[in-house]
């Protein structure tokens, strides 16, 4: 276990599509609350498809007691739309989002919004400070982005749009993270940059997401996972052993807080928080199991 400084944590949820899923849900946030965690957010489905159980999530994290962030995708919304969410948000008491382009269906033309940062713009205008807005980053470039140099460009639009915050993408090499901030720093963008941590549980499912979204599995994590094959045990194993690494290496580093995928299951976030030192003393060990 390491003794160097507790580090906030955030905690990433997505809204359950069942009953069940949603009481899962529940016990596994009650899981995770010894973490003590700044703040939960809720992802939203591509156009909005997830925004009543979003909504619902983000209000029972709430009445539970901790502050919660709202996703907030643009892509097929109206200013009309935007605005009653936006309504509905601050009526329930939410001070967090999590503003996003959101994924381009096929065939989509255009609409109120073309970016994020078109979004926050919004948002700032409607809301002015009511809302603290985190924003998507991407240390290894957005895939659809032309060149890394318009990636970052996009990320200065939406600091200068009204950002609090950066939340990056998954990744596995810290150099990537830590070469973002010095491209930052060399346009003089001090917006803070959160680390985005996924535990590494399910090898297929790890290397096959990453392909689509554009997130890079070093090649020797890529050939270690391969090489366990249905071996579950070894593959967490492992897993909490790299990521464990990498979070140790972005807090000496300097990053802010870790901002954890929990893919809504507490034992793999915990695991690794317990050996990074972050569990309260009473908490016992957690089996590596969902």
Known sequence: MFSTPRIPVSLEFFPPKTPEGAEKLRLVRQQLYPL????????????????????????EIQDEGLPAASHFTCI???????????????AMGVKRLVALRGDLPE???????SYASDLVAFI???????????????????????SPQADIQALLA?????????????????????????????????LPVVPGILPITNAAQLLRFSDVCGAEIPRWIRLRL???????????????DVVTGLCQQLRAGGAPSLHFYTLN??????AICEQLGLTP????PLALVA
């Open 107 to 113: 065939g989509y033309h255009g609409g109120d919004f």
């Open 158 to 190: 939406k600091a200068r749009a009204g950002a609090d915050v950066a939340i990056t993408q998954y990744f596995y090499n810290a150099d990537a993270y830590f070469r973002l901030l010095e491209d930052m720093d060399a346009l003089g963008l001090a």
């Open 226 to 240: 391969q090489s366990y094959g249905d071996d579950l045990e070894s593959i967490k194993a492992f897993g909490l």
């Open 36 to 59: 003590q965690p700044s703040f939960c957010s809720v992802t939203f489905g591509a156009g909005g498809s997830t925004q009543e159980g979003t909504f619902q999530a983000v209000a």
């Open 76 to 90: 097929n919304a109206t200013r009309e739309t935007v605005r009653a969410q936006l309504a509905t948000l601050k």
């Open 281 to 284: 003393p009473h908490q016992a």
């Open 124 to 146: 700032r205008a409607e809301t002015g400070d009511d809302f603290h807005i985190s924003v998507a980053c991407y240390p290894e470039t957005h895939p659809q982005a032309h």
């Open 265 to 270: 299951q507490s034992a793999p976030t915990l």
